[in-house]
């Protein structure tokens, strides 16, 4: 039980085009949903918490208007790049939690974003 | 300062060795603290919880010292697929986040 999905798994974009990634809690439903970002050799940063129905919670120095996320279901969230740059490529991950709060959150595989 | 801070490595042994990997958190407040395992481009993976009193399972032994603000995890008998990059990870249930270590490495060879 508890399995995460995202899709894509990898993407490759030009610069200046938008990328949706989409977060899916396949058995259980999420009340809140976790959007982490990786660069190589680095930790995990979370950039936003959503919970579903209402509006993200956007960590400090995280662009609202450039990474909009999306958590119309308690089994989806989205995120979209908008305006997508070389620099925005990393490795992208959701994680959901099933009402247990934050203590226990499962990870979905992460997207890899490349912008060329 | 970083809120979590790990030696990066890479720690490279040999099978059979017992490696130590050390984390360090900044924030008193925080109240739980766990260790992930990612695999090269996947997801990081709960490996354990941390508690005050010490835990093990199976090979792996998890201490936690709140007083010096300061987690291990100890690898005994290491295998070849233990080679991953271990996290350390702590949780402040008032900011409702986990923050992550930069991970260490560890490659275990023949």
């Known amino acids: 039980g508890a399995v995460v999905s995202q899709h894509p798994s990898w993407v490759i974009c030009k610069s200046g085009t938008s990328v949706k990634i989409e977060c899916r809690s396949l058995?259980?439903?999420?009340?809140?949903m976790f959007w982490y970002r990786q660069f190589p050799k680095q930790s995990l940063m979370l950039m936003a918490t959503?919970?579903?129905?209402?509006?993200?919670?956007?960590e400090q120095g995280v662009e609202k208007d450039k990474f909009l996320i999306n958590h119309a279901s308690l089994t989806l969230s989205t995120l979209t790049v908008t305006s997508a740059h070389p620099e925005d490529s990393s490795f992208y991950i959701c994680?959901?939690?099933?009402?247990?709060?934050?203590?226990?959150?499962?990870f979905g595989p992460g997207t890899r974003l490349t912008v060329t | 300062r970083k809120e979590v801070e790990q030696d990066p490595g890479p720690f490279n042994v040999p099978e059979g060795a017992t490696v130590a990997f050390n984390c360090t958190y900044s924030?008193?407040?925080?109240?739980?603290f766990f260790w992930y395992r990612q695999d090269c481009r996947k997801e990081p993976k709960l490996l354990m919880s941390?508690?005050?009193s010490g835990n093990e399972d199976g090979r792996f032994t998890a201490q936690l010292n709140r007083a010096s603000q300061y987690i291990s995890l100890l690898i005994r008998d290491s295998k070849l697929s233990d080679s991953a990059t271990y996290l350390c990870?702590?949780?402040?249930?008032?900011?409702?986040?986990?923050?992550f270590g930069q991970g260490t490495e560890l490659s275990v060879k023949p």
């Open positions: 994680s959901a939690t099933g009402g247990t709060g934050v203590y226990e959150q499962y």
């Open positions: 058995d259980f439903q999420a009340t809140t």
């Open positions: 959503s919970n579903e129905g209402s509006k993200a919670t956007y």
């Open positions: 924030n008193s407040a925080s109240q739980s």
């Open positions: 941390v508690y005050s």
């Open positions: 990870v702590v949780l402040t249930v008032r900011a409702g986040k986990l923050i």
